[in-house]
Every structure is written in C-alpha cells, then in structure tokens.
C-alpha cells in the first residue's frame, strides 16, 4: 500500500493541479470571457487525454473496487461534458453546443440519481442490519419498533421512519420520496445556474474616439486607354513616345475625409465612453412564445457583426450573444448593452416582469431595441402591442430618410427590405433626444444570412448598410450619455 500511494502521488498532484487551473477557466469563461480563444481551446482539450489516462488507469486488469470505477467515470463525464459545452460555445457551434447541452444534462440527471439511489440503499441496509442485531434485547427493540408512539424515526436514509407510512410500504415510499426529493433539487440547482451567469454582468465600448459622419464612396478608378501613333522608324520624321502617357488614370470619385468613425475623444476608431477591453457585441433577446432564434448565431448575427467590424474599423466580439430578457437586469447602468436585437414571426408572451426590465432598459439604462420582422404580419401586430405595454405613452412614427439614423455612417436612400411583412416604413419609438426602438418591417436579418435570400447585391448591401447604421447609432448615443453622466458627476 504504501508504494502504491508513492506511484499514485504525483499523477495525484498534476491531475489537481490541471483540475484547478481548469476550473478558475471555466468560471473566467461563464463570467467574464476575456482570455483569447485559444487559450479557452488549450486548457479545455487537455481534459480529453487527461481524462482518457485516468481511463486507461481505472480499466486496467487489477482488482479495483467497482465504487472506485464508477466514481471516476461519472467525474469524467462531467469534465469532459462541461469542456465540450464550453468549446462549442466558444467556435461558435451553436446548435451543436445545444445538443449536448440538453442530452449531457439528461445524462447527468441519471448518473446523479444512480448514485444516490446506491447511497439510499446503502444506508438503508446498514440500518435495517443493526436493527437485526439489536432485536435480542427487548428494550432496544422497543425503542425502535415500527409502532413506537414515543421513539419516532426522523431520519430519511432510515425505512422505519414513521412519516413512510405502513410497515409494508415503506421501502416502497422511501424510494418515491428519494426521486421526488432528488429530482427537486437537480431542477432548483439547473434553475439557479441557467438563470444567472454570474450574479452581475457588463457591456463596454470599445476605447478610442472620432466623428459620427457619413462616410466616403469608395474610390472607382477607370482606364483610358490613348490611342497610339504607328511611325515608320526609318522614316526622317522625329517622333518622341512618352510611355507614361500611354495610359491616363481618371478618377471618379469623392474626395476622402480623414477622419476616423466614433464618438468622442480618444486614439483610434471608437467611443470616449469605452475602454480598452471593450467590444461591440450583438446581443439578441430570447422570449417565450416564437422562434427567437431565427438566423440565430453565424448564419444571419455574426455576418452583420463582422461586416460592422469591417465597416467602422471598431473592436467587435468573436461571436454573437443571446440573453433572455430577465438577465438584462444583470448589467448595472453604465455597464449595459447600448443595443439589444429582436426578431422572429410567431407569437411574442412576455410576463409583466419582463416588461418593467424592457422598460428600465430602455429608459433608466439608456438601451435601444433592434426589432426585425422576421416573416409575418402576425408578428408586427404582437410587436407594436408589446410595446404600448413598455411605452404607452409614446407612438410609433415612421422614421424618415433623412434622420441622421438613415445617414450615418452610410447614406440609405431608400428602406432595403426582403419582403414588406409589416409595410414598407421603419418605424421608431423617439424619446428625449433619441431613438430607443428601432423596428424594421422587412425581414433585413434574412438579407445578413449566407444567400442574401436571394435578393440583388444592391439590396443586402444596402441592408448592411443599414444595420452598420443602426447599430452604430446605439453605441455612439450611448457613449455620448456616458460622458454626460461622468460630466454630471
């Protein structure tokens, strides 16, 4: 025995000390997320062959207890369970990063009540045997009997407990109170940890400063080519060629302003409201009743939010969000997302909590909703009623061409749209200087998506265009908010 915990002593160190490191990741992961992405990658993909030596280890034709085995097998499916959730979500992989999730958490459902019920059984058995043993003196029989009025039984791990019912039934209750009981506390533990991540978040701007104004037309460069004289060379006639003239640059352009786009004051492309590590990010809402997830992740949000990062020169995020409305209330004021993103075509049920947090989002916090109709008339009827319920004292009205929203940084002449599901107007919900909603009737997230639905350049360019324009809006709005609440204070 000893010389075989001095052989196990230093696989024992390493393993805690990678089990540390990885859980100081995992939790900087589900709260902050700064690290870079190959540094999520490395530490993650080490529990894969770790895991698989402890495997190889526990398998090996020696005589190990059978608990010993099963208890490493569940411990590694946990590890290598979380590690995959976490590098899916990290690569993007949204939908297979929902499949593993649901079925890992069924599994983990069934291996944790596998256990208890084996420790269930354990404890039962062990005090059934001392009763056994107890029964050849009569007083402590008594003191432990079935029927004893003055000696009840409490504890559950025991069958004799009295609030198990009939003598005969016993067993029986104490296995559907150890599943009613288990199952419970897995639903309120899976409750707790899905409905925070981390007990606050926040959302900043990327640092830097610059001008909100309409940016330049890219350049158009044509060739003209000069018509060119053929002379005899033996002929007496002298004849210079230039051959720099042979072919003449016109350029057709407007002239390009040097400046960078943002807001503020600071050193390179951003916002006087950011900070160094701040990112613009794309954040859609979840809700119950629809199909919120519609071009959900890299096939519709992430298009949009690199071709943003590529457009303005901003610091973006390496992928796309989602947050169910209730978790809005986790940012602190300051440190809220400038922009949320809406859309769908079925029904919309939100809860009367859910409206207070929408409206103190958009009021209190400074936020703005960036609502797409995403193929019904149905759904633009259930968006324009949900929101006389946030803001009943304010109405939609059609937000013109030439509001700065429509110009900056892109000039859009007209309302690019895929099908006009809901008219053929944007409309806004204005309110103290600024746009706090932002709904487009026409289905402009189909037009991000790989495949523009099948519409002409000119009009998912457009589109584009557009939400480039609306979400910078929100973020230099929200920056200029930000410097006025630091002069203020």
């Known amino acids: 025995m000893p010389r075989f915990a001095d052989n196990m002593r230093k696989p024992l160190l390493l393993t805690a000390a990678y089990l540390l490191c990885w859980l100081v990741v995992v939790t900087e992961c589900a709260l902050v997320r700064i690290l870079p992405p ?23 034709p020696t005589r190990k207890p059978t608990v010993l085995v099963n208890l490493v097998a569940s411990g590694l499916f946990l590890l290598w369970w979380t590690s995959a959730v976490y590098l899916l979500d990290i690569f993007n992989w949204g939908e297979s990063r929902g499949l593993v ?42 003191t432990r009997s079935y029927g004893g009025e003055h000696s009840r039984v409490w504890n559950p791990l025991d069958p004799s407990a009295w609030y198990f019912g009939n003598p005969k039934n016993k067993r029986l209750n104490q296995s559907i109170a150890t599943l009613v009981s288990y199952s419970g ?25 610059g001008e909100p104004k309409t940016l330049a037309l890219p350049t158009k460069i044509q ?53 160094p590590r701040g ?36 610091k973006i995020h390496d992928k796309t969000e989602s947050r169910r409305i209730v978790e809005l209330g986790n940012f ?35 936020g703005m909703i960036f609502c797409d109709n995403g ?15 946030i803001l009943p004292d304010i109405r939609p009205v059609p937000v013109p061409l030439d509001d700065q929203i429509h110009r900056v940084p892109f000039i859009i002449p007209f309302l690019p749209y895929v099908a006009p599901h809901g008219g053929k107007e944007a409309l806004g919900w204005y309110k103290d200087g600024r746009w706090i909603c932002y709904y487009h009737p026409g289905d402009i997230g189909d037009a991000w998506a790989a495949g ?38």
């Open 279 to 314: 990112k613009v990010r794309f954040i859609r809402l979840e809700y119950v009743g629809g199909d919120w997830d519609q071009d959900f992740g890299v096939r519709g949000d992430m298009e949009m939010l690199f071709e943003y990062g590529r457009r303005t020169d901003h």
């Open 185 to 209: 506390s897995f639903l309120m533990v899976f409750l707790l940890l899905t409905s925070t991540r981390g007990c606050q978040e926040i959302y900043e701007l990327p640092s830097g400063g």
């Open 375 to 389: 193929g019904s008339r149905h759904f633009h009827n259930q968006f324009l009623s949900i929101m006389s319920h």
């Open 101 to 142: 999730a649901r079925w890992g958490t069924a599994a983990l459902f069934l291996i944790g009540l596998a256990w208890v019920v084996w420790f269930v059984e354990r404890r039962s058995e062990f005090y059934q045997l001392r009763r056994t043993e107890q029964q050849r003196w009569p007083k402590a029989l008594e």
């Open 332 to 366: 602190p004021i300051g440190k809220s997302p400038p922009l949320v993103y809406m859309t769908g075509q079925k029904n919309i049920s939100l809860s009367k909590s859910e409206y207070k947090i929408l409206r103190e989002y958009l009021i209190e916090k400074h």
């Open 38 to 60: 190959m540094v999520y990658g490395l530490i993650l993909t080490i529990s894969f062959p770790t895991g698989l030596a402890w495997l190889y280890w526990v398998l090996r």
């Open 223 to 275: 060739k003209i080519i000069r018509k060119k004289y053929i002379v005899n060379p033996y002929s007496s006639i002298l004849f210079n060629e230039r051959k720099i003239d042979d072919v003449k640059l016109q350029f057709n352009e407007v002239t390009k302003h040097e400046y960078q786009l943002g807001q503020g004051q600071g050193a390179g492309a951003g916002f006087g409201g950011g900070t």
């Open 452 to 489: 523009h639905a099948g519409v002409a350049p000119e009009i998912w360019e457009a589109c584009y265009q557009l939400g480039t324009n609306v979400i910078f809006y929100a973020h230099a709005e929200y920056s200029r908010w930000l410097d006025a609440r630091k002069k203020g204070s």
